[in-house]
């Protein structure tokens, strides 16, 4: 729910600044247009071996960011995936799983040091996806959760922070009216609940 795109490569080293800017100038340029957006203008943000960050810019206003990662940790092959790319049914790129993101989502969830809404509401979309831990993933989170001391009652207090007034600042802008709207209506409680579910095995609830 962020305003950045997050892209995984494998390769021994990621693409220059020239070429991530040409591909993706010439792929979006033409829909910025259609919105009026006019001419695109791309900003490094920063740059390393295994990170680089470029801004997306349209009338001095950044749009959003290309955050491109080199992997350089173990995914586990199983969840590596193989995608075709819209409206390109001849192209496709390997790309994580759902179950996937959800591990990497519960992770950062637990691990930031300042709770963020959005992390909470991405849990939640992905359970409403069907995405779901499997004994493998979960066991990948109880490494995370022990190597750094999570205990029961930091997890219980995070998902009660994830409250009204949490989720009325940070969703509100980002998420369409209508579903904001239903999950504002309930007080967010859809959100809280997934998080009891996805974190069930460590609060000691049944999984719903």
């Known amino acids: 729910m962020s305003r950045d795109l997050d892209l995984l490569a494998s390769p021994a080293k990621l693409p220059s600044s020239e070429e991530i800017q040409s591909v993706v100038g010439s792929s979006i340029q033409p829909i910025a247009e259609t919105f009026g957006l006019g001419q695109l203008n791309f900003r490094e943000d920063s740059a390393s071996p295994d990170f680089v960050r470029h801004w997306v ?5 950044p749009l959003f960011s290309i955050d491109l990662s080199r992997i350089v940790g173990n995914v586990l092959q199983s969840q590596i995936i193989k995608q ?6 001849d192209k496709t790129v390997l790309t994580l799983s759902a179950n996937y993101l959800l591990l990497q989502k519960c992770e950062t969830f637990l691990g930031r040091r300042y709770l963020k809404a959005r992390d909470a509401f991405d849990i939640h979309l992905l359970l409403t996806r069907s995405a779901l831990l499997d004994e493998i993933l979960q066991a990948h989170l109880e490494d995370s959760i022990v190597m750094k001391e999570i205990h029961l009652e930091s997890i219980e207090n995070r998902i009660q922070s994830v409250n009204t ?3 009325t600042v940070e969703l509100r802008t ?3 009216p209508i579903i904001f709207d ?3 209506k309930n007080e967010f409680e859809p959100i809280r609940k997934s998080l009891r579910t996805v974190f069930s095995h460590w609060l000691g609830e049944p999984e719903q």
Do not use: D, R, W
């Open 84 to 89: 075709t790319i819209t409206g390109v049914p």
């Open 174 to 176: 980002v998420l369409p």
């Open 182 to 184: 239903e999950l504002a």
């Open 57 to 61: 810019i349209a009338n001095q206003k």
């Open 165 to 167: 007034k949490l989720c």
